[in-house]
């Protein structure tokens, strides 16, 4: 607590302030109204603010208000000659005034005031950081709950051969039953706030092994791979280990907004990948900004055309030519383009007319929860 800004269009309440502050060491700024206090908030941070109510111009309610959008750390206390305002209660129950002030107050009363207002903050902190880590301790509790108790399931959705609508390989979803985390986001999501990615990958793996196990032998599966699984190598080869002898038959998606310069040693993760024989695949192809040098620093087996340039790709000529386009350089470098997202009959042949390899989407079949006992019931 050493920045503190004063608003009083009394000058004499100003020095005084000012005065009694300094004396304690502090740093203090003055305002003598409502406008010239907002123009100090675009020059300085200020750790505490003290405004008087009745000013002309901008009052001190509207001229807190402001500073609690713009500073939201900034201790806010108004200085008044009542307190029997309903305005001024209301303020306060809506925490845009963290204290309030009557005048006419004595120096060593205000600095009380102060006082007490921070020691209040400094409270309210510490109430904050436990409750943060009380849900972190939840969440991370969770998880563990969903990894070792059996919630996360896979659905399969299949993916289509484009000339002839057989299927030529599934993707499996994450999902989850459990009554909090009961979704792939909410389980992605804490699993990166923990730094539990890779455990959370190695489940996905043990239960794709379970699903290569027992599919038909000529058809794939692909796997979605967090990006931060790249950085460590082993880790990541050891949590691929159940699927490790069918890797021929796996396709390992990585999505193009990974940004993946950010990650040390991706590209060794993605040569031993490679070299283990599982098949890279570009997901997400145009929902991001670094589609085409992903393309050229992964060199993948497949390319996924997002959902957004598929849909309604049959009333939007630029989209086809961006398809075709992406199929002519598919064909070129070895690659089967496919597109996700497909949801009408006309998109899929809008697709198929531009070449597409490969096709997925709702249109051509729904995720389906993978039972090992080899019964698909219908996600949820």
Not at 255 to 266: F, K, P
Request: aromatic fraction near 4%; proline fraction near 4%.
């Amino acid at each position: 607590m050493n920045h503190i800004l004063i608003v009083d269009d009394d000058p004499i309440i100003c020095r005084s302030l000012r005065r009694v502050l300094v004396s304690e060491g502090l740093r203090v700024v003055t305002a003598s109204d409502g406008h010239e206090a907002l123009r100090r908030l675009q020059e300085h941070a200020f750790d505490v603010a003290v405004v008087d109510y009745d000013m002309p111009g901008l009052d001190g309610l509207r001229v807190l208000s402001q500073i609690r959008e713009a500073q939201p750390g900034c201790i806010r206390m108004l200085m008044t000659g009542s307190t029997d305002f309903p305005m001024i209660v209301e303020a306060v129950n809506r925490g845009e005034v963290l204290r309030v002030v009557e005048k006419p107050f004595a120096a060593r009363d205000f600095l009380r005031h102060l006082g007490e207002a921070y020691a209040s903050v400094r409270r309210m902190a510490s109430v904050r950081q436990a409750q943060q880590k009380a849900v972190e301790e939840s969440e991370r509790s969770m998880l563990e709950a969903c990894l070792r108790e059996g919630f996360i399931r896979m659905a399969l959705q299949p993916i289509i051969n484009a000339d002839d609508g057989s299927i030529f390989a599934y993707e499996a979803l994450l999902r989850s039953s459990h009554c909090i985390l009961d979704g792939p986001m909410p389980v992605l999501r804490v699993a990166d706030r923990h730094d539990m990615m890779h455990e959370l990958g190695a489940e996905v793996c043990r239960r794709a092994g379970e699903i290569l196990d027992v599919l038909h032998p000529e058809v794939h599966l692909f796997i979605n791979l967090a990006p931060t699984q790249l950085g460590d190598m082993d880790t990541l080869m050891s949590g691929l280990a159940p699927v490790l002898p069918h890797s021929e038959r796996c396709a390992i998606e990585i999505t193009e907004r990974s940004r993946l310069q950010g990650i040390g040693g991706w590209e060794k993760s993605v040569e031993e990948l490679q070299a283990h024989g599982f098949a890279i695949a570009v997901d997400d192809l145009g929902a991001g900004y670094n589609s085409l040098s992903v393309l050229a620093d992964l060199q993948p087996t497949y390319i996924k055309i997002d959902m957004s340039i598929v849909r309604n790709c049959d009333k939007e000529p630029r989209k086809q030519r961006l398809v075709d386009l992406l199929v002519k350089f598919g064909d070129a470098t070895g690659a089967r383009v496919l597109g996700e997202g497909v949801e009408t009959a006309a998109e899929a042949q809008t697709l198929r007319e531009c070449g597409i390899h490969l096709l997925q989407g709702y249109h051509l079949g729904r995720p389906e929860i993978f039972d090992p006992s080899l019964h698909l019931r219908k996600a949820s």
